[in-house]
T-cell receptor
Framework: GAVVSQHPSRVICKSGTSVKIECRSL??????MFWYRQFPKKSLMLMAT?????????EQGVEKDKFLINHASLTLSTLTVTSAHPEDSSFYIC????????????FGPGTRLTVT | QKEVEQNSGPLSVPEGAIASLNCTYS??????FFWYRQYSGKSPELIMF????GDKEDGRFTAQLNKASQYVSLLIRDSQPSDSATYLC??????????????FGTGTRLQVTL
């Protein structure tokens, strides 16, 4: 299957700072990437859908000014958590869809964010 | 009513037995259905997907779909301790070829005992 990487895998930051998470498709071009958040023992919650070259579509209740998404190329999307607070601590996972494959989303390994 | 519902478990089965995981969904217009496996602290990995009524087999895994009952299941034959994980059911409401999103259930935790 296709490979998606995320960086960093784990980050600890202080409250009020911003954190950028990168999601890369390594061996395919991802026309669409998705950003999820998962709290402990909970399911994945879609935050936003990111299409290359256009603005991201955010899910209801997700603040677009707090979670900045940039999908500047077919292999890279970034999520920036601005002015992070302890309640933003979570497991952030991206997935990418290969434009040629209709069904499958390939998930990155996730980024564990801890805000102190 | 949740869009995608799963029993949280844990579902405990002995090694070598068949594990049966169930999922129901509320949107009758849903088009395709996915089963993901997630180990603790890791991201989900796709096991299989199904979009037509009936059974789809891949190795020890069989996905079953019944659109009339809005029900999809995953059977794991000859369960192994390494199958112990949380299994997520996901539903895609869009048509094939479009970048439609997945809606996930809360997952069923499977424990395969020795």
């Amino acid at each position: 299957g296709a490979v998606v990487s995320q960086h960093p895998s784990r980050v600890i930051c202080k409250s009020g700072t911003s954190v950028k998470i990168e999601c890369r498709s390594l061996d395919f071009q991802a026309t669409t990437m998705f950003w999820y958040r998962q709290f402990p023992k909970k399911s994945l919650m879609l935050m936003a859908t990111s299409n290359e070259g256009s603005k991201a579509t955010y899910e209801q209740g997700v603040e677009k000014d707090k979670f900045l998404i940039n999908h500047a190329s077919l292999t890279l999307s970034t999520l920036t958590v601005t002015s992070a607070h302890p309640e933003d601590s979570s497991f952030y996972i991206c997935s990418a869809r290969d434009g040629l494959a209709s069904y499958e989303q390939y998930f990155g390994p996730g980024t564990r964010l801890t805000v102190t | 009513q949740k869009e995608v519902e799963q029993n949280s478990g844990p579902l405990s089965v002995p090694e070598g037995a068949i594990a049966s995981l169930n999922c129901t969904y509320s949107d009758r217009g849903s088009q395709s259905f996915f089963w993901y496996r997630q180990y603790s602290g890791k991201s989900p990995e796709l096991i299989m997907f199904i979009y037509s009524n009936g059974d789809k087999e891949d190795g020890r895994f069989t996905a079953q779909l019944n659109k009339a009952s809005q029900y999809v299941s995953l059977l794991i034959r000859d369960s192994q301790p390494s199958d112990s994980a949380t299994y997520l059911c996901a539903v895609n409401k869009g048509n094939t070829g479009t970048a439609s999103k997945l809606t996930f259930g809360t997952g069923t935790r499977l424990q395969v005992t020795l």
